[in-house]
Structure formats: structure tokens, C-alpha cells
């Protein structure tokens, strides 16, 4: 190979370096989940690190809570903190239906609804609720999140999230 075609060839190559990267960058993840048991001394907060680094992606954010059988109330109302890599905070509120046999009977007469999944032993059951999807971070890095739990928290055995990454080329979950 002269000087020359090397030359021409090096534009094309460097294209192809980068264009590979791109594709390539969100398909080494898979979802990630975190999950946290709480004890019985408590306070009912729950801390989660988001690894959103990857700007090549768009994130789906999914809520977890163990709950013990026992439970009876008909919705779960927890604050939710997120906080940037830079320190900038958001704050909400939000509520979601908690009643194992409510749900159970939902997800019976809508199997097609993948925004909540319920899974159970004789003991407890897991409820996981889509939180956000189609999250684009405005400052990719390591967000933290804040998940406090209600005061009235004896059934409530744990906590968790699920952070899942989809390509922005091909729509596809990792």
C-alpha cells in the first residue's frame, strides 16, 4: 500500500471506527437491578446509584417493594429524590396501587400491561412498577436516587429499582 492510499483510506476508516463505536456503545449493558431489604429499625429511605453514563442510550426506570402478606392498604405512597452527577435535584411524590390481590386480579384480566409485574412466595410478594421510560439524562454520569417510604412501613420488607438501557438506533433493551 503506497502513502498515498493510505492517505485517502484513513477518512473511511476513522468513519468506520466511529460509527462502530456508536452502535456498539449501549450493547455491552444489561438491566440493572438493585435491590435493598429493610430491617425493622429503619427509617424507610433507600438510596440507589443510576449509572447513566451512556448517552448513546435511553433508560427505562422500573420501582420495586417486598411487601409482606400482611399488607392491606389499596396504594403505596413513597417520595422520590433524583439527584444529577452535578448536584441539580428533582422532588416528587407518587402513588401506586399496592393490593396484592387488586393487582393480582389486574394483571389476570390485562396480561398485555407490562407497566406493573407482581411476583410472590407464601410469605411475600414483589410488585415492580415502571416508573419512567424514555429517559434521555441531561447530564450523563452517576445519578443518585432517593426512594423514602411511608411511616406505616412494618410489611414493607424491601426496596429496589430497575434501570434498563435501550439503543436509540434500534429501539432494542439491553
Not at 447530564?139 to 417510604?149: K, Y
Request: a negative charge; glycine letters at 8%.
Amino acid at each position: 500500500m503506497t502513502g498515498t492510499t493510505c492517505k485517502h483510506r484513513l477518512p473511511a476508516i476513522c468513519l468506520l471506527l466511529y460509527l462502530l463505536a456508536a452502535v456498539s456503545s449501549c450493547s455491552h449493558g444489561d438491566t440493572r437491578t438493585e435491590f435493598t431489604p429493610l430491617g425493622r429499625n429503619t427509617d424507610g429511605h433507600v438510596r440507589f446509584s443510576l449509572d447513566m453514563t451512556d448517552t448513546a442510550c435511553i433508560y427505562t426506570l422500573s420501582l420495586i417493594v417486598r411487601f409482606h402478606k400482611s399488607y392491606s392498604s389499596p396504594q403505596l405512597d413513597m417520595g422520590i429524590t433524583l439527584t444529577s452527577p452535578s448536584g441539580s435535584q428533582g422532588h416528587e411524590t407518587v402513588s401506586f396501587p399496592s393490593d396484592y390481590s387488586t393487582v393480582k386480579n389486574y394483571l389476570n384480566g390485562h396480561p398485555e400491561d407490562t407497566r406493573i409485574s407482581l411476583a410472590s412466595s407464601p410469605d411475600y410478594y414483589d410488585i415492580r412498577w415502571v416508573y419512567r421510560t424514555g429517559i434521555v439524562p441531561p447530564e450523563a454520569g452517576i445519578w443518585e436516587m432517593d426512594m423514602d417510604l411511608p411511616e406505616d412501613r412494618q410489611a414493607i420488607l424491601g426496596a429496589g429499582v430497575s434501570l434498563g438501557r435501550q439503543t436509540t438506533d434500534n429501539n432494542q433493551t439491553h
